[in-house]
């Protein structure tokens, strides 16, 4: 259709807009996001998203308000108020009421009368009413619910020809608000989408989505191509041979039109080469999408003057002025939040923009404005994820004391449930931390045994999913059973099936791929860790994306597929700067750092290694880690081939394991942890293989004598003989 388009501006957009306003024999399909109903006066989702942040939080923080609504999606802030309020939270949705339709309403209406189709990620009615004001009839038309796509999809199923799909149909994908109900009815099918945030898609809607991606010519327009937990993972695991029109919004007229693959890639390439936090992810995102199609084109610059212009020809209506109208029942609403709720919710919204030091000054002011046992505990569980989450063992006292804190509080309001949570929390950090099985074991049973005596409920049933794959997890370390563990989360994985719950999904496929690796199933256990990124991908848990992309480089390496296996840790390293701005956890970078360590000793590439080793040495001191500073120390004997370079890197070691034998706490970690002693008595072995190339007779009796009594002392403290 495009391919005789003669390539100067002017014949190029006369072109697209034949296309946009004419009909065919065969329709195309128009994507349509916010940025749309802009014109009509709606308020943009970051100034709605700052009013609401504002209205239920710390009124004063003005700086820290307009940080929080710039760097957190509506939908994760939507999510957040909902858990920790009420359901009333979508009342705010009400600021969408009262306003008119713009030429792009009217220009779609027009174009749903001709037999095209329109998807939109918009709430508002206001294309409805241009469709109302213009008498198209598009009743039976509009899919909003579950209902209305497994209809759709069943039609799509039946139909052998593009002639047989019902034509000119309105798909709502995050819900609508639907006016002829009342109060908070009105927003029922945009609540039921807040709540599938990290959770599965629905399926008749992916169905009916992917069906028009690939067989149909599409227009985007006024969507950012932002919203990594839904639509894009969609839009972008589609290819399709099919053309694009993409609409990059600029508040400028249009001034640039890019048809090229090439310039795509570039783009693409630039975008990529810029400092994470430079990044334009819209820009990422969109082009990446281009990249997958037949033809493509994207025209930077306003559509909606675009459109204006364009609508002359179909429509003469004068486009009313917007009436918007105050939302006073949620701004009554939010007044009656107390204290307590503001400062929590402030706490929260930080944990999710990974500000540790934010979150837990708000915890604390939580706590102190608590009015009951119930309060106190919540914000203590709180607190204690984020110095676990955020901070590591590095933080390890002050989680330990909030969990304990928070499990006292819990058994004083008579909260069971809670302390099923806390207890789950506990038992999840004495196994990632600490290695200490034998306690994390009897915390996550305990956790079970609680969760078991309460009605089944999907809150519930997914946390004693997520209790099941803790407890394989403790197995998989202590290496007793590895069937019984690999059981545990597939038990725990088919919970998280049945409500759709993707991201626990990933926890679970990620479970089971570890114990795949260590029965040595490498192929069976990638294709798990495969399944945990795409899920993660799918909703944007770059955190979690980080983990499996680890894990898939161990299992790389183990097949000796060392350039793959780089990649694995180069993805991980780049989505854990994603997660934290710029920012990312010392312990996960340390950790990459060890294992490109690894990966360049193998590979032989001895400098590239030893500067990762010391890196990763120099966190691991400062994290007190003391087994995989010795971990780092055994590689980097691998590095070197003088026998002065490796004199050090022995002191070093002395050194480091006559401290950990000096602290009790440190004997105790390997006592709870076998594999740390393995670590240390390989480690040492190792060294008393090299003592008489390295040293002197003389200086080789004392390095001698040093490391038995070492290793002596090691198997003692573990309880060896």
């Known amino acids: 259709m495009y391919d005789s388009l003669i390539k100067t501006t002017d014949l190029i957009m006369r072109k697209i807009q034949d296309e946009l306003t004419k009909s065919s024999e065969i329709p195309m399909v128009f994507f349509v996001g916010a940025g749309i109903s802009i014109p009509s006066g709606l308020p943009r989702f970051n100034n709605l998203n700052r009013t609401i942040i504002e209205l239920t939080t710390i009124q004063e923080n003005k700086k820290e308000i307009d940080f929080l609504s710039k760097n ?68 039976n038309k509009v899919y909003i619910d579950e209902w209305d796509y497994k ?132 820009k990422i995102n969109i082009n990446s999408i281009l990249l997958r199609r037949g033809w493509s084109c994207k025209i930077v610059g306003n559509s909606s003057k675009f459109i204006e212009d364009s609508i002359v020809l179909i429509i003469s209506k ?30 929260l919204l930080w944990d999710k923009c990974w500000n540790g030091e934010k979150a837990i000054y708000y915890f604390k002011n939580a706590i102190e404005l608590s009015g009951s046992e119930e309060e106190k505990a919540i914000a203590y569980l709180m607190m204690g994820r984020v110095y676990s989450r955020q901070f590591g063992k590095s933080s390890g006292l002050q989680a330990f004391e909030c969990y304990e804190k928070s499990f006292e509080h819990f058994e004083n309001s008579g909260q069971s449930y809670g302390k099923a949570l806390v207890k789950i929390d506990l038992g999840n950090i004495k196994r990632r931390d600490y290695k200490n099985y034998p306690e994390a074991k009897e915390d996550i049973e305990l956790a079970i045994k609680i969760l078991e005596s309460i009605d089944h409920l999907e809150e519930r049933d997914l946390d004693y999913a997520g209790a099941l794959n803790v407890l394989g997890l403790i197995h998989y370390g202590l290496k007793d059973d590895l069937e019984l563990s690999k059981n545990l989360c597939k038990r725990s994985l088919e919970i998280k099936k049945k409500y759709g719950d993707i991201d626990g999904e990933a926890e679970s496929e990620n479970a089971i791929g570890l114990t795949l690796k260590e029965q040595k199933k490498i192929p069976e256990a990638i294709s798990c860790l495969k399944r945990a990124v795409d899920c993660r991908e799918r909703i944007g848990n770059y955190r979690g994306c980080a983990q499996q992309y680890r894990n898939l480089g161990l299992c790389y390496l183990d097949l000796r597929d060392y350039s793959t296996a780089r990649h694995c840790y180069e993805q991980s390293e780049f989505n854990w700067l994603r997660v934290r701005q710029g920012r990312p956890p010392i312990n996960e970078i340390a950790e990459i750092k060890f294992r490109l360590g690894e990966l360049d000793t193998k590979m032989g590439h001895k400098d590239s290694a030893i500067s990762n080793l010391r890196q990763a040495i120099q966190i691991f001191k400062q994290l007190n880690d003391w087994n995989n500073e010795g971990r780092c120390l055994n590689l980097l004997i691998d590095c070197y081939s003088d026998q002065e370079d490796l ?75």
């Open 72 to 139: 957190l999606r509506p939908e994760i802030v939507f999510q957040v108020l909902k858990d920790n309020l009420d359901e009333t939270v979508v009342d705010c949705f009400g600021e969408l009421i009262g306003f008119r339709p713009n030429a792009n309403h009217f220009f779609l209406a027009k174009a749903l009368e001709e037999g095209n189709w329109v998807f939109t990620t918009n709430q508002d009615n206001l294309i409805e009413q241009a469709c109302r004001e213009l008498e198209i009839d598009i009743e």
């Open 151 to 282: 209809k759709f999809s069943e039609t799509l199923k039946m139909a052998k020809t593009a002639q047989e799909i019902p034509k000119g149909c309105l798909f709502k994908l995050h819900g609508s608000i639907e006016e002829d109900k009342i109060d908070s009815e009105r927003f029922k099918t945009i609540l039921t989408s807040l709540r599938d945030i990290g959770r599965k898609f629905n399926d008749y809607k992916t169905n009916v989505l992917k069906h028009f991606i690939e067989n149909f010519n599409f227009c985007f327009m006024g969507y950012s191509c932002r919203d990594d937990f839904s639509i894009y993972p969609i839009l972008q695991n589609t290819p399709s041979t099919k053309s694009i029109i993409w609409f990059e919004f600029d508040s400028n007229p249009i001034s640039e039109i890019i048809w090229n693959h090439n310039r795509f890639q570039k783009e693409l390439e630039f975008e990529y080469s810029k400092p994470i936090l430079e990044r334009d992810w819209g």
């Open 647 to 721: 004199k050090p890197i022995f002191s070093e070691t002395f050194l480091l394991y006559n401290k950990v034998l000096s602290n009790e706490n440190k004997i105790k970690e390997m006592q709870n942890a076998k594999i740390r002693y393995t670590n240390s008595i390989e480690h040492l072995n190792k060294i008393a293989s090299l003592i008489d190339t390295v040293y002197s007779s003389h200086e080789a009796v004392e390095i001698k004598r040093k490391t038995d009594k070492l290793m002596e002392d090691i198997n003692k403290a573990f309880g060896s003989t």
């Open 318 to 347: 004068n486009v009313p002025a917007p009436k918007p109208v105050k939302n006073e029942k949620f701004l009554k609403w939010a007044k009656c939040i107390g204290i307590f709720k503001r400062n929590l919710i402030m706490g």
